[in-house]
């Protein structure tokens, strides 16, 4: 049986190294003013001071993936095993805590400023962006991370019953090449579906501010 061609990887596929997190984490917390304020904005920054050869959307689904592992386990001790680079380094591990932190105070801060305002004022605040696309982020890295395990999964299994049949000099049915491009389709269709959503709550958002700053 010739050897099957594994399908490239692009740069944004590719797994983490551990020094790509700790170089994104590091810019991350000195600049957390920045990360804050805008995420996106400051992802494309992150990739400037790293030379990190990823896009910013790339960066912000990792970051967000570990922030999340990392505040489920500080609120009920569950450790992911999606994230296990967060409990097997140190260092990242520490870095993803302190953005946890950091969010946590600014969060906490600014609930005391907004009680302190409705002390002062009745005045209903307008929400600066109503649509988020964070929902959108966690579902779809939800997705994908279901279809890689699929994959995996079904790749595990093919190549131990190919082995088999091998041995037994029975022609081999199964290609793991069909498997590895059906869920390559399936990614894209994910990866499509996530870009017209998320083109779609920022064209919201920008009609919402068009009504918010209509005289």
Wanted: with cysteine.
């Amino acid at each position: 049986m010739p050897p099957v061609k594994k399908p490239k990887r692009s740069p944004q596929d590719q797994y983490w190294k551990p020094s790509e997190l700790v170089s994104v984490l590091n810019f991350l917390n000195n600049n957390f003013d920045m990360w804050h304020n805008n995420h996106h904005g400051t992802c494309v920054k992150a990739i400037e001071a790293t030379y990190i050869i990823r896009d910013a959307r790339s960066i912000y689904n990792k970051v967000y993936s570990l922030i999340r592992a990392m505040q489920e386990y500080l609120d009920t001790g569950k450790k992911s095993t999606a994230n296990a680079i967060v409990w097997e380094n140190e260092e990242i591990h520490d870095l993803v805590k302190n953005l946890c932190e950091k969010t946590q105070e600014r969060k906490n801060g600014d609930n005391r400023m907004s009680d302190s305002d409705d002390t002062t004022s009745n005045v209903d605040e307008v929400p600066s962006v109503p649509f988020s696309t964070e929902a959108v982020e966690k579902l779809y890295e939800e997705k994908l991370q279901c279809i890689n395990q699929q994959r995996a999964r079904l790749i595990e299994t093919v190549s131990t019953t190919n082995s088999e049949l091998e041995k037994s000099n029975i022609p081999v049915p199964f290609s793991l090449d069909t498997i590895n491009n059906r869920f390559s389709e399936k990614i894209r269709q994910l990866n499509q579906f996530r870009t017209e959503l998320l083109k779609t709550i920022e064209n919201l958002n920008n009609k919402f501010e068009e009504i918010k700053n209509y005289n």
